[in-house]
């Protein structure tokens, strides 16, 4: 409770600062914009630049690609965990060295603007993460659960379904909390080199045109959406995940 009023209260203070500054002090510049034009580009935004329609698309991409992917790699955990276990990291090794703009512009060659498109490939991203993080979690599962299910008498793939399957469940999970700011920024540099759908077009069109004042609105409202997305995620762990590893 302490830590989170002096959160509140630091980002109060700062808020007070930037508003004196600003507003007031030094109101022409191009460090910060002054409040009251973020306000007013805030109330246009919507209209001007479609936010709503760009807000939706890029939500939707990003927690329907999570979804998906977690639902996918749980199945098939389910099915065929040798698939993991025998997983060989040093086969994609290389792969850290490809510039991670070329798949992007490869998905953009491929299906050009399209949402569909674009939903492919955060699904196709967060579902390759999910799958190496699985693979890497299947050499790290206490030996002990594994013991005490074969004591009482479960076959290796009941334990698999089980006892594994349940610990990879949680572990996912978790994955997708670490990388939710992640899974964002590779959504909206994706929008970005789009140039179309979703809040990455918003940033590069606010570029484009030098709205200096709206870039940062743009950038408040992704800030925003992106804390609530994690507060959201850790409610959902707290009530559905609550088992130990």
Do not use: C
């Amino acid at each position: 409770m302490n830590k989170n009023y002096s959160g509140i209260k630091f980002v109060l203070t700062l808020l007070f600062i930037y508003l004196m500054l600003f507003e007031f002090i030094l109101p022409v510049n191009r460090v910060l914009p002054q409040p009251s034009q973020i306000i007013e580009s805030f109330v246009e935004s919507w209209n001007v630049y479609d936010m709503f329609q760009s807000l939706a698309s890029t939500t939707t991409v990003i927690y329907v690609s999570m979804l998906l992917a977690y639902l996918l790699i749980l199945a098939v955990l389910k099915t065929g965990l040798n698939l993991f276990a025998s997983f060989d990291f040093s086969a994609v090794r290389p792969i850290k060295y490809v510039p991670f703009l070329f798949p992007v512009l490869l998905f953009l060659f491929w299906f050009g603007a399209s949402f569909w498109g674009e939903l492919l490939f955060g699904f196709v991203f967060v579902s390759a993460m999910l799958k190496l993080s699985a693979a890497e979690k299947m050499n790290d599962i206490k030996k002990e659960y594994i013991d005490v299910a074969f004591n009482l008498g479960m076959s290796k793939q009941e334990v698999a379904k089980t006892v594994v399957h349940k610990i990879l469940q949680k572990y996912l999970y978790r994955v997708l909390i670490a990388k939710h700011y992640l899974i964002w920024m590779i959504v909206l540099f994706y929008e970005f080199a789009e140039k179309g759908n979703g809040l990455g077009g918003i940033y590069y069109k606010a570029l484009y045109y030098n709205d200096f004042v709206f870039l940062f609105v743009v950038a408040v409202i992704t800030t925003f959406l992106i804390w609530a997305g994690d507060k959201i995620l850790l409610i959902i762990e707290e009530k559905y995940f609550n088992w130990e590893e």
